[in-house]
């Protein structure tokens, strides 16, 4: 797992021109690739450095570490989902086809849990992809040949949920792209397939095609109508107890959009949320946060198409 963090840092560092010129949702500020990097990075740094042989432990506390440095919104919906993988993990020191299929449903649904509007079309579908895959029959189970099967499932399954997401978003319908954050996925769930079964069990030769055919696109997409956003995304740290970081979700999707709250770690009467939000100005957060709490490890970072 450790040796799988560092390869998908790697390769979305990689990747990252191609993912930041295909991003058109739900902003097109142009980081996606960068804030998926960036992101995953912590969660390998973490991972690195934590001595443990239960692999849920190990990635639970990796994805509580990238989501407390997490950029935008793919960056905070993987360290989400990481995260609830290693939870549902937890306890086991090796993995089974099996045991990754629970964990990769548990990932699912807990992303989409933490977002106020959820859609189709965007890293979402992909990880309902990932999900949805059976355990591979005429293998022995629990053995580690299935375990690379089904990883190899997982990353064609992401791939072919990429590439319908021009058919799901109207946006990618009108530049004729992917999804920046879809296929940030995939180079993630390929890279898990190639560390756990060798570089034959993933493609990397068809997603680098995939790539560099959406780097194609995305160049031709340059004079496509898309709105051009401004204001800002806001992401910080506070401590909260339920109720009030229920209220706190309500009261930001009433001044903002893409609204994200995940809980990171338990507290004497609460837990340390993870906050993100569009709004037009930081104060429009930063007022109804305040009133809730203190909020700690603060970022704002410009929406405008032209300042990326």
């Known amino acids: 797992m450790r040796r799988w963090l560092d390869l998908a840092h790697r390769d979305l560092v990689r990747h990252s021109p191609v993912l930041n010129a295909l991003n058109v949702f739900p902003v097109a500020d142009a980081d996606t690739g960068t804030n998926l990097a960036t992101t995953v990075r912590a969660a390998a740094e973490a991972a690195a450095v934590l001595e443990t042989g239960d692999v849920g432990e190990l990635l639970s506390l990796?994805?509580?570490?990238?989501?407390?440095?997490?950029?935008?919104?793919s960056g905070t919906l993987f360290s989400v989902f990481l995260t609830a993988v290693g939870r549902s993990l937890e306890g086991s020191t090796r993995m089974s086809a099996e045991s990754v299929r629970l964990a990769l449903h548990a990932g699912h649904v807990r992303a989409w849990s933490v977002l106020t509007d959820p859609v189709d079309g965007t890293m979402l579908s992909v990880l309902e992809?990932?999900?949805a895959v059976p355990v591979p029959q005429g293998v022995e189970d629990g053995s580690n040949q299935q375990l690379k099967e089904f990883l190899a499932a997982v990353s064609t399954a992401a791939r072919a949920a990429v590439l319908v997401t021009p058919d799901q978003l109207?946006?990618?319908r009108e530049t004729g792209t992917v999804d920046a954050g879809a296929l940030g996925m995939l180079v993630v769930f390929d890279a898990l397939a190639r560390t756990v079964g060798g570089d034959d069990a993933g493609d990397e030769n068809a997603l680098d095609a995939l790539i560099d055919a959406a780097a194609a696109r995305a160049a031709g997409a340059g004079d496509?109508?898309?709105t051009v956003h401004g204001g800002v995304e806001v992401?910080?740290?506070v401590e909260l107890t339920p109720?009030?970081?229920?209220?706190?979700?309500?009261?930001?999707?009433?001044?903002g959009t893409s609204v994200i709250m995940s809980a990171v770690t338990e507290t004497g009467d609460?837990?340390?949320?993870?906050?993100h939000v569009h709004v037009p100005r930081p104060e429009d957060a930063l007022t109804v946060i305040g009133a809730r709490g203190k909020a700690v490890n603060l970022t704002v970072t410009s929406l405008s198409e032209a300042d990326g």
């Open 170 to 172: 109207e946006i990618l």
């Open 270 to 275: 609460g837990y340390r949320w993870r906050v």
């Open 243 to 255: 109720l009030d970081a229920a209220e706190l979700r309500h009261e930001l999707s009433e001044v």
């Open 129 to 131: 992809a990932a999900a």
């Open 224 to 226: 496509a109508p898309h």
């Open 235 to 237: 992401m910080c740290t």
């Open 62 to 73: 990796a994805g509580q570490a990238a989501l407390e440095e997490a950029r935008g919104n």
